[in-house]
């Protein structure tokens, strides 16, 4: 159980809303729905809600446990995170992500209270960036597309959208904050596969950051959905664990 714990609530923090991002390249004003999974069990569903206009893209996102899983991560997490748009793609301006927990009330009572989880401000200008986690803080070197953890899923969505032929096969980079460190993830154009989802059944591009011998993180994009990302997965071998697969629940609808 311990194992278990702390293998999900880890997987819950790189998630935690990991669809929480687009750009104005590639996507407009939209909502989305995903569900989670722990193996084959079902824990978890995550909202996502898009605001793109000219100047800037916000996006809002809730993830919520349920089941067993619901004991390990209470509440609803929150994510906002902000963007500006620029020719390159979006440049993220801030992140804040929040939970929900009850706290007691006197002797029988009890009240819903909002918590920060982790904050990153950038100063793009400076190269900059501030990322707090808990009540750690640090200052980062960024670049102009660094981004946050959570967003992973979208911008290397309109990242390999956008590279050329050569760039797909050299590996979609995807530089970001984690936590009050930094990491780089290097995603391989593996092949197209067929993906089996609650809205359906689409070939998927296969993008693949990692060993798939070994533990291995997974971006799908459908071709019938111009290459929106369907589904994301923190897959590990048999023998090196359980995976945890994320896939849409509802197709996106755009505003």
Known sequence: ???????????????????????????????????????????????????VTDADTVIVSKLKAHGIASAVMPGVRTQTSKFINTADGLEQQSLL??????????????????????TIEFDHANGSAIATEGKDTATLDVSKRTSDRQSLILLVAQRWKAATQAER????????VNGTGKRTYLFKTMREETLETDVGTFTAVKLVHGSEDDKHTVVWLAKELDYYPVGFDKARPRSKGVSVITRISELPAFK
């Open 1 to 51: 159980m311990t194992f278990w714990k702390h293998s999900i609530t880890q997987y819950f923090c790189l998630l935690a809303l990991s669809l929480a991002s687009a750009s104005a390249l590639a996507f407009n004003s939209h909502t989305a729905e995903y569900e989670v999974f722990w193996g084959d069990r079902s824990v978890a569903h995550l909202a996502v809600d898009t605001a």
């Open 97 to 118: 992500a929040t939970r929900t927990k009850r706290v007691k009330v006197g002797k029988n009572g009890s009240r819903q209270t909002e918590a920060t989880m982790n």
């Open 169 to 176: 096969d050299a590996g979609i980079e995807y530089d970001f």
